[in-house]
């Protein structure tokens, strides 16, 4: 039986400043009409985008390939990159990744199928080659799979620990690999440290909260990052992955044990239940709970 509810697709893209890149790109995801797209948060410091789209089996993954096909025509992540262009956010391409996301447990067989087409279509298609991760991979983590960066990546390839998924067995000279991935909604959250906390505070506090770390939080991914053009403003940024089960105020409560906190940010849009409970004293700059939730965006 064919699901009521649509499929989403989060494809995050290396470019958070040039506007006319991060358009050309929304405009691609939707042109075709087979996707209806939600939200879109651009990041200066991260240099990154995040698109969020909505569409059923079939027509999400035709709307994602053309607004890859886009992103990857005017992005370059090569070697030949400005080290003043990367952006604070780990990557390893032009499209990043591409997670497709399901809503229930009744839609993970759809979103599982739709994620391997897309594999398929950006590797073989469009000539980037593309590595599962998350339950299609065995668990295999996106960490892993962006430590050290595209060079890195590269190496591993050519020392032969990893090989692509689908496309060539090599990367991409401008637009590197793609990370493709089924899964359930996750927050992107990131929480702004207040002075005169630094940005090795900032990754002292990722590396306890993280799951795994000291304090760690179940489904917790952490890194501390330094914002702002000297660099000054600290950041934890986090990927809150059972948004369910380990609420924001939870993981604003542990990091508030070892820094103040001037302001928090959620990347895209989050489930309502996330929410629960946050703490009325903690800005979620841009944040609209009446429209940046993923429920009121699908109309639900």
Same mark, same amino acid.
């Given at each position: 039986?064919?699901?009521t509810?649509?499929?989403?697709?989060?494809?995050?893209?290396?470019?958070?400043?040039?506007?006319?890149?991060?358009?050309?790109?929304?405009?691609?995801?939707?042109?075709?009409?087979?996707?209806?797209?939600?939200?879109?948060?651009?990041?200066?410091?991260?240099? /990154?985008?995040?698109?969020?789209?909505?569409? %059923?089996?079939?027509?999400?993954?035709?709307?994602?390939?053309?607004?890859?096909?886009?992103? +990857?025509?005017r992005?370059d992540? #090569?070697?030949? /990159?400005?080290?003043?262009?990367?952006?604070?956010?780990p990557?390893?391409?032009a499209?990043?990744?591409?997670?497709?996301?399901?809503?229930d447990?009744?839609?993970?067989?759809?979103?599982?199928?739709?994620?391997?087409?897309?594999?398929?279509?950006?590797?073989?298609?469009?000539?980037?080659?593309?590595?599962?991760?998350?339950?299609?991979?065995?668990?295999?983590?996106?960490? $892993?799979?962006?430590?050290?960066?595209?060079?890195?990546?590269?190496?591993?390839?050519?020392?032969?620990?990893?090989?692509?998924d689908?496309?060539?067995?090599?990367?991409?000279?401008?637009?590197?690999?793609?990370?493709?991935?089924a899964?359930?909604?996750?927050?992107? %959250?990131?929480?702004?440290?207040?002075a005169p906390?630094?940005?090795?505070?900032?990754?002292?506090?990722?590396?306890? +909260?993280?799951?795994?770390?000291?304090?760690?939080?179940?489904?917790?991914?952490? +890194? #501390?990052?330094?914002?702002?053009?000297?660099?000054?403003?600290?950041?934890?940024s986090?990927n809150?992955e059972?948004?369910?089960?380990?609420?924001?105020?939870?993981?604003?409560?542990?990091?508030?044990r $070892?820094?103040?906190?001037?302001?928090?940010? +959620?990347?895209?849009?989050?489930?309502?239940?996330?929410?629960?409970? %946050?703490?009325?004293?903690?800005?979620?700059? #841009?944040?609209?709970?009446?429209? $940046?939730?993923?429920?009121?965006?699908?109309?639900?």
């Amino acid at each position: 039986m064919t699901s009521t509810k649509p499929l989403l697709a989060v494809p995050n893209v290396s470019e958070g400043r040039e506007r006319t890149i991060v358009q050309a790109t929304a405009r691609a995801f939707t042109k075709q009409g087979r996707a209806r797209l939600l939200d879109v948060h651009s990041d200066a410091d991260h240099h /990154r985008s995040v698109f969020t789209l909505a569409g %059923f089996q079939g027509d999400l993954s035709q709307a994602v390939l053309a607004g890859t096909r886009t992103a +990857i025509e005017r992005i370059d992540v #090569g070697e030949g /990159r400005d080290p003043a262009d990367i952006g604070a956010h780990p990557h390893v391409g032009a499209v990043d990744v591409i997670p497709v996301v399901y809503l229930d447990a009744g839609q993970r067989g759809a979103a599982c199928a739709e994620a391997l087409v897309v594999a398929h279509e950006v590797g073989n298609r469009l000539g980037v080659p593309v590595f599962l991760y998350g339950e299609l991979a065995g668990g295999r983590t996106r960490a $892993h799979l962006r430590r050290g960066g595209g060079k890195a990546l590269a190496a591993r390839i050519g020392a032969g620990e990893l090989q692509p998924d689908f496309g060539p067995p090599r990367l991409h000279p401008t637009a590197g690999a793609t990370l493709v991935a089924a899964r359930e909604p996750l927050v992107a %959250f990131n929480l702004e440290l207040a002075a005169p906390a630094k940005v090795e505070d900032a990754r002292r506090i990722a590396s306890l +909260i993280r799951e795994g770390g000291a304090e760690g939080l179940q489904g917790v991914r952490a +890194i #501390g990052v330094a914002l702002g053009g000297s660099g000054s403003v600290a950041q934890v940024s986090m990927n809150v992955e059972r948004p369910l089960e380990v609420p924001l105020r939870a993981v604003v409560e542990a990091v508030r044990r $070892h820094a103040e906190i001037a302001r928090g940010e +959620i990347v895209g849009l989050a489930p309502r239940a996330a929410l629960e409970g %946050f703490p009325e004293n903690v800005e979620l700059a #841009g944040f609209d709970p009446g429209v $940046h939730t993923i429920e009121k965006a699908l109309g639900f």
